[in-house]
């Protein structure tokens, strides 16, 4: 082989390699879902808002999805990388059923089936751009649990991703008790929801509430929530600031 040629060869194992695509940055991402425990199952909520960017692209993302017959699974980040893991899990869900031997998967094994996608993709430095929140109810247990894009994964009485860890976990770690009844849980959940609206500017006034119990699951059509822009804060919101415009 000639010097031309192995020029032309190196050049051609470069250009495949070049070819090897990544995500480097999400391109449509949805915010935060917050999650708590209840006295007879689990809730969990999530606007409908997609981002392209800083613009709010799409107010009809439904990022709460049932799994199997106890759980349901939210995303916070890439909306086309969690269509990928609903396709997994899908998949895993249709090949547990096809066992027909009267069990089916619950929201612990789950959890854990995505903690291990999730730190696979991440060891691969492809990761699914995603942060999950799965909760369920099996044989009265309980179990919310929630897993970041390179696999980092807990169990939880209240999870919250994105924007919520940082505004919602504190009035719930105020607030939130395990004798929470349905509507005292909504009510807190809309709580957060709605300082996520005020502060996050991802955030849309439009949210869906997953309710899962031992009887099964439930996610509300989506609704808007009250919301009061009169306060002064708001209405001048540099007044006092030092360099302000």
């Known amino acids: 082989m000639n010097f031309a040629d192995s020029a032309s060869a190196m050049k051609n194992l ?13 391109y449509v991402t949805g915010t935060s879902v917050v999650a708590i425990k209840y006295k007879d199952g689990i809730l969990i909520a999530a606007d409908m808002g997609g981002s392209y960017g800083s613009t709010l692209r799409y107010k009809t993302v439904e990022r709460l999805k049932p799994v199997g017959k106890h759980s349901v ?17 899908d998949e895993l869900i249709l090949y547990d059923n096809m066992w027909d031997d009267g069990n089916s998967l619950g929201p612990k094994e789950v959890h854990n089936y995505l903690t291990r996608v999730m730190y696979n993709r991440r060891n691969k430095f492809n990761p699914l751009w995603n942060s999950l929140v799965l909760g369920g109810v099996k044989n009265g247990q309980k179990y919310l649990g929630t897993v970041s894009m390179i696999g980092v994964q807990y169990e939880d009485s209240h999870v919250a991703t994105g924007f919520g860890n940082h505004l919602a976990r504190p009035i719930l770690r105020d607030e939130w008790h395990e004798n929470l009844t349905y509507e005292e849980g909504v009510k807190l959940l809309e709580k957060c929801m709605r300082v996520l609206l005020y502060r996050d500017r991802s955030a849309v006034n439009k949210l869906q509430i997953a309710k899962i119990t031992e009887e099964g699951f439930t996610i509300s059509q989506p609704y808007s929530l009250k919301t009061f822009w009169d306060f002064a804060a708001f209405k001048n919101p540099t007044v006092g600031a030092e360099g302000s415009w």
């Not at 699974?73 to 899990?89: C, K, P, T, V």
Request: hydrophobic share 30%.
């Open 14 to 26: 470069l250009g495949s390699e070049g070819d090897s695509q990544r995500t480097l940055y999400p």
């Open 73 to 89: 699974i939210g995303a916070s980040g890439e909306i086309s990388d969690f269509q990928e893991i609903m396709r997994y899990l």
